[in-house]
């Protein structure tokens, strides 16, 4: 079965620094990879996504995150962070499900702050 | 383009009262609908999945139903609320034939008291 972990629970960055996320996941084949972002009390809004082909992919609000096969990670990175991109990432392998469909297995999340 | 609702956005019910949330799908025909919840401080748990009216797979045993009565609409019911069914519902779509991606609704925070 697929897993996902994210180990680092909180992040705390200035405004303006760099940021990694870390993401490794387990997954028998070609992973489908996506990283979500989540604001207190709202939804997943989807960030970028990983299915094939180039292995640095880019996503809304300046993020980017690097498919690395040989070390099962798959880290977002954002060169300057904005006070408004304090929020809870998740990053998200995707499987096949028997009958049709997909299934999406989450990491715990990483809660980012931003110090200003 | 698409949009997903959920209601009620918020919901306070006693331990023992039944549940019914409701989701629907705008823009799009036939879409893979999921639900899924999130306990305070976890990720999300895949609860039930559907790829056609009618069609629900449930991932986890509990004390949950889930129904899709019309190719839009997803809805998760219990007959008794638990304590530990509280926490953030959410529910997605999927266009099955275009990529593997879902995409979220708002939710619903659930606090069974």
């Known amino acids: 079965a697929q897993s996902v972990t994210q180990p680092d629970i909180h992040i705390t960055v200035s405004e303006g620094a760099s940021l990694e996320l870390r993401c490794n996941y387990s997954?028998?084949?070609?992973?489908?990879l996506f990283w979500y972002v989540q604001s207190p009390g709202q939804g997943l809004q989807l960030l970028l996504k990983?299915?094939?082909?180039?292995?640095l992919v880019q996503g809304i609000k300046g993020f980017e995150a690097e498919f690395k096969r040989s070390q099962s990670s798959f880290n977002l990175r954002k060169p300057s962070v904005h006070w408004s991109d304090a929020a809870e990432y998740f990053c998200?392998?995707?499987?096949?499900?028997?009958?049709?469909?997909?299934?999406?297995?989450f990491g715990t999340g990483t809660q980012l702050k931003v110090e200003l | 383009s698409q949009t997903i609702h959920q209601w009620p956005a918020t919901l306070v019910q006693p331990v023992g009262s039944p549940l019914s949330l409701e989701c629907t799908v705008e823009?799009?025909?036939?879409?893979?609908l999921y639900w899924y919840r999130q306990a305070a401080g976890r990720g999300l748990q895949l609860l039930f999945y559907?790829?056609?009216?009618?069609?629900i797979s449930s991932e986890v045993p509990q004390n949950l139903s889930a129904s899709r009565p019309q190719d839009r609409q997803f809805i998760l019911s219990s007959k008794k609320l638990l304590l530990s069914d509280s926490g953030f519902y959410l529910c997605?779509?999927?266009?099955?034939?275009?990529?593997?991606?879902?995409?979220f609704g708002p939710g619903t925070r659930l606090t069974v008291l």
């Open positions: 559907s790829v056609g009216i009618g069609q």
């Open positions: 990983y299915f094939s082909g180039d292995t």
């Open positions: 823009g799009t025909s036939n879409p893979n």
């Open positions: 997605a779509w999927r266009d099955r034939v275009s990529t593997d991606t879902q995409y």
């Open positions: 998200a392998v995707g499987a096949l499900l028997t009958g049709g469909g997909n299934k999406l297995t």
């Open positions: 997954y028998g084949a070609t992973p489908y």
